[in-house]
Structure formats: C-alpha cells, structure tokens
C-alpha cells in the first residue's frame, strides 16, 4: 500500500516537471467552442490548468482511436504512464481526479467518473449518491415485551443527484439553494440578490442565478504550444 502511494506521488511530481516545460501560448476565455486537451487528470489543478497526461504517455494495450478508450482505461484498478525519463508507472485509477475525452471532461464523483453537463465557474454535473434505508427481513425477531415481531436490514441503493463544482476550489456540493448561495458569496451582488428571493423562488431560479454568475465570472483557460 505504501509503496503504491509513493509511485503515485513519484508520477504527479515527475508530471509536474515535465509539465512546466511545455511552453505557454495565451489564455482563451471559455465557451462551447473551447476543446480541452484530451487526456487523464491526475488533480484539479490539472485540469484548472488544461494540462492532463496526453494518450502518448499512457501504456495500453486499448486501441487509442476508440471513442470509448478512457471510459475502458477507467475501469481498471490501475493504469501505466511514462514519465519524462520513459520509466513506466503504475496509478491507481481511484486516486485519478478524472479526464478529457473528445470534448467533454469527466470527474471523479461518488466512486464513478461523471461528464460535467455545464462548465464555467460554478459547473454542473449529474451523477449519483448511495442512499441507506431499512426495510423488513424474511426472518423475526424476538421482542422482550410483544413477542415476535419483524427484524430490520439496512439496504443501500443508487439514486441520481445533480451536483456543483466549483471550478476555483474544486469543492463538489449538492445541487440545492444553499449550496449555490455559498457559491455566490463570492460576488455580494448576485448573492443578496438570490438570497433576498423566497424559498420557492430560490428553488425555481437555481439555475438561472448559476448561469448568471457564470457569465459574470467567465474562465480563462491556459493553451499551450
């Protein structure tokens, strides 16, 4: 185990290295026409930066022109890359913050990697949350004061959640009212004005005052050379 945390902590500094010497172009704000560099995420800043490990340093046996091939490289345990010296690594895929894949960028969420819907400052994503519940077992048990009654077990299910990703921070939160108002505090105007909404307005408006904060705040993203 602790050798497998130090391999892993080895590649992202090797990474960062590696990375530094690429050389820096400009800055583009972002808008549905930006196309992120394809590639695995190692942490967020990775992906604030627009700079993930690119197909040509990743051993794999998976064809590289398949549409699909991150979404199968992911669903390994662990993944080889290169590092600046050609040594060859080994990650943990649970430890990978997430990547790109033609276009769209997928994070690491609730143990699966989900494809953000909505990026910009505050982004959105759907995705899912375990939810933990009793029902009535087969068997009874015995109650010291009525006797036999039902026993109880805790079953775990699936249910989908959307979700907020602050660009910035890299916190993921619960797509609600106060969650987005934590969000916005950052710009004073867009909060109060939210925040002075009734409970039901806030619920209906969520995503136009996030899409509002948005446009005020838009990303500028590094591109490369």
């Known amino acids: 185990m602790r050798q497998n ?28 026409d930006f196309e992120f560099t394809e590639g695995i995420y190692l942490s967020k800043d990775d992906f604030k930066n627009n700079l993930p490990i690119e197909k040509s340093r990743i051993s ?84 010291r004061y009525y006797g036999y009654s039902p026993m109880y077990q805790n079953v775990s299910s699936k249910e989908y959640q959307q979700y907020l990703y602050d660009f910035e921070s890299g916190k993921m939160l619960e797509y609600n009212a106060d969650n987005l108002k934590t969000l916005l505090m950052a710009d004073p105007a867009i909060h109060d004005e939210y925040a002075n909404l009734s409970k039901k307005k806030q619920k209906a408006q969520l995503y136009y005052y996030m899409r509002q904060y948005n446009q005020k705040h838009p990303l500028y993203i590094p591109v490369y050379e």
Do not use: R
């Not at 391999?7 to 172009?25: I, R």
């Not at 064809?63 to 050609?86: A, C, H, R, V």
């Open 5 to 32: 945390i130090l391999l892993a902590l080895l590649a992202t500094l090797l990474w960062a290295v590696e990375t530094q010497a690429q050389t820096f172009s400009h800055k583009e704000v972002y808008d549905q």
């Open 60 to 143: 794999s046996n998976l064809d590289p022109n398949d549409l699909s091939y991150f979404e199968q490289l992911m669903q390994n345990k662990t993944i080889s890359i290169y590092d600046k010296l050609g040594n060859e690594v080994q990650l943990e895929v649970s430890k990978i913050f997430g990547f790109c894949n033609n276009g769209s960028v997928y994070i690491s969420c609730n143990g699966s990697f989900e494809k953000i819907g909505i990026i910009g400052s505050i982004c959105h994503l759907m995705g899912t949350k375990t939810v933990y519940h009793s029902t009535p077992s087969p068997y009874l048990g015995y109650g």
